[in-house]
């Protein structure tokens, strides 16, 4: 297993945002391009009315999507952002795609900003008949300003995140105040002025499609926040602070999209035209017109806006670009030196190189392709982070440490996901070369990752990692068989489930394959597992001795942060048909049915999940089988009657309900467990019970049973449990040996 690197001899990055810093970041980030494209080019796309209905809109997809930043954030605040996330959630190549995909999309949103900030101060200069002595043309002046303001903020960055979170802040708060000042501004023409009311209409003429077509196109100035959740290594208090500047920044940017949108439409006069085709005529330049017919001076006014705006946005798109670089750096997904840390600025410096150099590539695209390729880009970033938050909280949600959890979950992400995909689709009708670009950059990761990332990746401490993982000893397993996987823990718990897994290895033809979960603290490295892996290695020594006869057992030793997610990678990774554990003696914790390993593995489990309770003991005459209707009952019949004594042994399978209650089809429930299994019905005895207290008769006849077989049927995954149900509730209270067993989604052992 490659080592951790050294924390002693490795610069960190130096841990100075606060709740402010971090809520301007976001904000300067995405402020700068709605208001600067958002009038000329978006009310061309939809119409006046369109480009309010778009930024209501986007800034509801982005508060959605922005819910699962701060929920993942608050519980992974890491450097890396969606990266992290994605691997957690999925593994290392999404993981790795996803970190690809935000190091790019980041670098190309920076590069718009720096064009726009180009264009309008070279337009302004133009102007004022200052650039009259250039013989450069017109592209030509605006890339290299562009360049020169994209390596001006390469070095800020360069100097720190001190100085990073201090220019942002400064520049935010600058453009935040003019913007704001433009709006009330506008708002109070209009007050003035009501007639102008009439530059709305028609409201929509585009229709619909217009309005989708320009929220895809205007996603780019909804993007920001996710630079938040970049800062984890750098913020103070991060599982608070992170999520609430997220959700703060969507707010603080939406409400003002909204105001500056409706106050320049509002200000447009005097043109000769509809105020809404005079405004789409000047594309991307529509700010700077808008405020000219608005405010005296409005041209100043315009070009030291978007200077705000644009250089916010840039300062912060060259942050997180290079932290997610750094990120790929540091677990060698990318070269190692993209993880090297300045000693004297603790920044990645080198990281900062690679970003900047995309930065300047992308200068020569078309700023329509660069905007919208940028857009794509988060797009489907977006929609990866809605499907990782939800497989966050459907695998981890007991261990990771949430600061802050979404309402109404999974609704957000789930209607983030459906927006977002039509909003993608929908930015061809801007530029079909971002459709070339951005799975063109996908496909190129692929090849990355493949190539040269796998092999050299480094764990990271939510990952299960096997460190010992011998084949089937004594013949190798018949093609086509699966494998009962055994988790070998506690010796009493191994003890209870040894005599089962001999039995059922004889009866299904299964192979066993014994499983030693670590697991290690969060304070300890993984590279120091090895020394808590002792005791467990002797539990398995001993369990083979008992095994012996099974000609095919497999050994595994894993580390893992959480042995319940531990025991259900290795199902899923040996497509087992089973899981059998050993249930001790300890009672357990406030909160679980089982205990903190069995529940989860019970409700989530793939495959079937069978719980022994106390050896049991050969020949089984007696076995008592609680039954209700579903797969779980159905599971219990049939491993009853596989276990019970062929000769003379009964399964008696009990139905007791309430007076009144519902009454099963039990003969029909028994005709077709028969069936399947191939058993004969002489074999099961079927009783049916009226009782006001159904626990209090099923454990009077498990006095005369030798083994008790009972259905699980624990509640949702991931909640305090207020009151368990009947068959838990006899499974803790029942003297005699115990089986409890949870039919699996789709894989079967019998």
Not at 18 to 42: E, R
Not at 358 to 370: A, E, G, K, M, R
Not at 580 to 589: I, K, T, V
Not at 642 to 664: N, T
């Amino acid at each position: 297993m490659p080592a951790e690197p050294s924390r002693q001899t490795v610069a960190t990055l130096s841990r100075e945002l606060n709740l402010f810093h971090l809520t301007m970041m976001g904000v300067g980030m995405m402020i700068g391009a709605g208001a600067v494209i958002g009038m000329g080019t978006s009310v061309r796309l939809s119409g006046p009315g369109g480009t309010l209905l778009a930024f209501a809109l986007d800034g509801l997809v982005a508060l959605f999507t922005a819910m699962s930043y701060a929920e993942m954030s608050s519980a992974i605040p890491k450097a890396g952002s969606i990266y992290n996330f994605a691997r957690i959630a999925f593994g290392r190549g999404l993981g790795f795609s996803a970190g690809w995909i935000s190091w790019f999309a980041s670098s190309v949103a920076g590069t718009f900003y720096a064009v726009i900030c180009a264009e309008y101060m070279i337009d302004y200069l133009a102007q004022l008949g200052l650039l009259d002595w250039l013989r450069l043309s017109n592209f030509w002046q605006v890339r290299l300003l562009a360049a020169a303001i994209s390596l001006l903020f390469v070095w800020i960055n360069y100097r720190g995140v001190a100085s990073t979170g201090s220019t942002a802040s400064l520049l935010t708060l600058g453009q935040t105040i003019t913007l704001g000042f433009i709006g009330l501004f506008g708002v109070g023409v209009f007050i003035l002025h009501p007639e102008r009311l009439a530059n709305f209409q028609p409201f929509l003429p585009r229709g619909w499609s217009g309005v989708l077509v320009c929220m895809g196109f205007e996603f780019i100035a909804f993007e920001g926040y996710e630079v938040v959740a970049e800062a984890g290594d750098e913020a103070l208090e991060p599982r608070r602070n992170l999520p609430k500047a997220i959700l703060y920044s969507i707010l603080i940017v939406t409400v003002t999209y909204l105001l500056v949108a409706f106050s320049l439409i509002a200000g447009v006069k005097n043109v000769g035209l509809p105020a809404w085709e005079w405004l789409a005529s000047f594309g991307e330049k529509g700010f700077g017109r808008a405020m000219e017919k608005l405010l005296p001076f409005g041209s100043l006014l315009a070009v030291l806006t978007v200077i705000f705006a644009a250089t916010s946005a840039l300062n912060s798109t060259v942050y997180s670009a290079t932290r997610v670089s750094y990120a790929l750096g540091r677990d060698r997904m990318l070269p190692a030196f993209f993880g090297r840390i300045s000693h004297r600025r603790s920044t990645p410096h080198l990281a900062l190189l690679a970003t900047s150099l995309i930065i300047i590539v992308c200068l020569f695209l078309p700023i329509t392709d660069i905007a919208s390729g940028a857009s794509i880009m988060f797009l489907f970033l977006f929609l990866l982070a809605n499907l990782a938050v939800i497989r966050l909280r459907w695998s981890m949600e007991d261990e990771l440490p949430y600061g802050f959890r979404m309402p109404l979950f999974p609704l957000f992400p789930v209607a983030a996901i459906i927006l977002q995909a039509v909003l993608a689709v929908f930015i061809i009708n801007v530029s079909w070369i971002a459709w070339v670009v951005a799975p063109s950059w996908i496909a190129a990761g692929i090849a990355v990752f493949l190539l040269y990332s796998r092999g050299r990746v480094l764990p990271i401490r939510e990952e299960i990692l096997a460190v010992e993982d011998t084949p089937f000893v004594s013949e190798a397993a018949p093609a086509g068989s699966q494998a009962i996987v055994m988790p070998v823990q506690d010796l009493e718990s191994t003890m209870a489930a040894i005599p089962l897994a001999r039995r059922l290895a004889q009866v299904t033809k299964r192979s066993i394959e014994l499983i030693h979960l670590v697991s290690v603290p969060d304070q300890v490295p993984l590279s120091d597992a090895g020394k808590l892996s002792l005791p467990g290695q002797e539990v398995m020594a001993e369990a083979m001795l008992y095994l012996s006869f099974q000609s095919r057992i497999g050994t595994s030793i894993m580390y893992c942060r959480n042995p319940s997610r531990g025991i259900l990678w290795e199902a899923r990774r040996k497509k087992a048909d089973a899981i059998l554990l050993g249930w001790g003696s300890s009672a357990a914790r406030r909160g679980y049915v089982f205990g903190s390993t069995l529940d989860p593995v019970l409700q989530r489990a793939p495959c079937d999940v069978i719980i022994a309770r106390r050896p049991v003991q050969s020949p089984l005459r007696r076995i008592l089988v609680p039954i209700s209707s579903g797969p779980n009952t159905r599971l219990a019949l049939l491993l009853a009657g596989l276990l019970v004594d062929p000769s003379e042994g009964i399964v008696q399978a009990l139905h007791v309900h309430r007076p009144g209650g519902r009454v099963i089809d039990a003969d029909a429930l028994l005709a077709g467990v028969t069936l399947k299994a191939g058993l004969s019905m002489e074999r099961f005895k079927l009783e049916i019970q009226v009782s006001e207290h159904p626990k209090r008769v099923i454990l009077e006849y498990s006095q005369n049973a030798d083994l008790v077989i009972i259905g699980a049927s624990l509640p949702g995954f991931g909640r305090r449990i207020l009151r368990i149900s009947l068959s838990e509730e006899i499974a803790r209270e029942c003297g005699k040996p115990l089986i409890v067993v949870r039919a699996g989604r789709t894989r079967h052992l019998l």
